[in-house]
């Protein structure tokens, strides 16, 4: 366990907590993002976070995946791809976050911002130069909070799952130089 604050640690994620993150994934992402998909999300949020995928990704070399407790009780997930290279900044040693997500009811609480600044400070002890990450372009509110904490637009990229509608496919890269 990995205490952030008095409220809120980091709990890893193993492989036989599949069925627990496909529960919490189902009411988490989908509060968020079940608009944007044709099924409402149920593809994604079976395949991304199935136990063969979970398998595959806790498998994966220099990643860290933890689940996200605040006041003792698991509130979401937060996933770090170490040694992630951005384009454009090759020669900057790189981290990607590749997920976090928290529960809708612990949103303006400031654990994501909480959880940045522990990220930042461990990539600094581990000598990173950048963090980066996508975020979705049609959620502008995660854009602007990653703008106050200092990340700056870096370029986009379109997901391609079919059963995302088009109009929400594109997704900003950003990114923070340590």
């Known amino acids: 366990m990995i205490r952030i604050s008095n409220t809120i640690q980091l709990q890893k994620i193993q492989v036989e907590d599949f069925k627990f993150l496909i ?8 509060a968020a993002y079940k608009h944007f998909w044709k099924d409402e999300g149920n593809w994604y949020v079976q395949s991304q976070f199935s136990k063969r995928n979970l398998e595959k990704e806790l498998s994966a070399e220099k990643t860290s995946y933890y689940f996200v407790l605040f006041n003792t009780k698991i509130v979401g997930i937060f996933r770090i791809l170490w040694d992630e290279k951005l384009s454009g900044f090759e020669q900057k040693k790189s981290l990607k976050l590749h997920r976090i997500y928290l529960h809708k009811n612990t949103q303006g609480k400031g654990i994501g911002k909480q959880l940045l600044a522990w990220l930042e400070e461990e990539a ?6 950048l963090i980066w990450l996508d975020t979705m372009d049609e959620k502008p509110q995660a854009f602007e909070f990653y703008k106050k904490l200092g990340y700056q637009y870096h370029s986009h990229c379109f997901l391609t799952f079919e059963l995302l509608f088009e109009d929400v496919r594109k997704m900003s890269q950003v990114c923070k130089l340590l």
Do not use: A, F, S
């Open 23 to 30: 529960t919490l994934m189902d009411d988490v992402y989908k």
């Open 124 to 129: 600094i002890k581990k000598q990173y130069e």
